[in-house]
């Protein structure tokens, strides 16, 4: 059974930074293909996707509103994903999930992220 825990999340200023971190058990990053991603839910809002990574090959993509801000990467010694986020703006606060497609689709429990000065 694959589980995901998030943290990293917090209260920060416009223009800081924050990097949130997933770490998942239950299936090995080094040994299983998998794509870790980040997805970001808003007040009222649907979820929406962040931004993915490929366990092995280690491939990204982005969401265009983050390109350039964020970087998604993963320690596959640490099993962890992470998500490194730069010049945050208000519009960038939202519950943060991670989740992991590895033989089904399983999704952490979120961490918020407030951007507010």
């Known amino acids: 059974q694959v589980q995901l825990v998030e943290s990293g999340g917090g209260l920060v200023q416009p223009g800081g930074s924050l990097r949130l971190s997933c770490a998942a058990s239950?299936?090995?990053?080094?040994?299983?293909?998998?794509?870790m991603s980040w997805h970001s839910q808003a007040p009222g809002k649907e979820r929406e996707f962040v931004a993915s990574?490929?366990?092995?090959?280690?491939?990204?993509l982005y969401e265009d509103s983050v390109k350039g801000r964020s970087t998604i990467s993963r320690d596959n010694a640490k099993n962890t994903a992470y998500l490194q986020m730069n010049s945050l703006k208000p519009e960038d606060t939202a519950v943060y999930y991670c989740?992991?497609?590895?033989?089904?689709?399983?999704w952490g429990q979120g961490t918020q992220v407030t951007v507010s000065s």
């Open positions: 990574i490929s366990t092995i090959t280690g491939r990204t």
């Open positions: 989740a992991a497609i590895q033989q089904g689709v399983y």
């Open positions: 239950g299936f090995s990053f080094s040994n299983a293909s998998g794509i």
